[in-house]
């Protein structure tokens, strides 16, 4: 059974960094992609990222791909997201997601738990 544990939300300044990790454990296969997701209070859930892990392609939104990066320890089955010069704008709850097959498509399948993220002085 796949499963999600998340880490490393928590309260920034504008401008401000966070990493965020996804472990995944109980798959033992490298044939998987790993979505991040948000969602900002009385705003529909939007997909930031994405990475394959079969062959660390990684997909960005346009608001974030200057900002935010993607990186991934085989080793570990983790995947990171790296948050630089954070904005307000990017408050929410962010989520990372499971999909089974190398690449970053629909179905997303296993959620993690999520994340707060606040920006804010």
């Known amino acids: 059974q796949v499963q999600l544990v998340e880490s490393g939300g928590g309260l920034v300044q504008p401008g401000g960094s966070l990493r965020l990790s996804c472990a995944v454990s109980?798959?033992?296969?490298?044939?998987?992609?790993i979505g991040w997701f948000r969602q900002a209070p009385g705003k529909e859930r939007e997909g930031v990222a994405c990475?394959?892990?079969?062959?660390?392609?990684?997909y960005y939104k346009d608001s974030v791909k200057d900002r935010f990066s993607l990186s991934r320890d085989i080793a570990k089955d983790t995947v990171y997201l790296q948050m630089t010069n954070l904005k307000p704008d990017d408050t929410a709850i962010y989520s990372c997601?499971?999909?089974?097959?190398?690449?970053?498509?629909?179905?997303?399948?296993?959620w993690g738990q999520g994340t707060q993220v606040t920006v804010s002085s």
């Open positions: 997601a499971f999909h089974r097959g190398v690449k970053c498509v629909p179905p997303f399948d296993v």
């Open positions: 109980g798959f033992t296969s490298q044939l998987y992609a």
């Open positions: 990475l394959s892990n079969f062959d660390g392609t990684s």
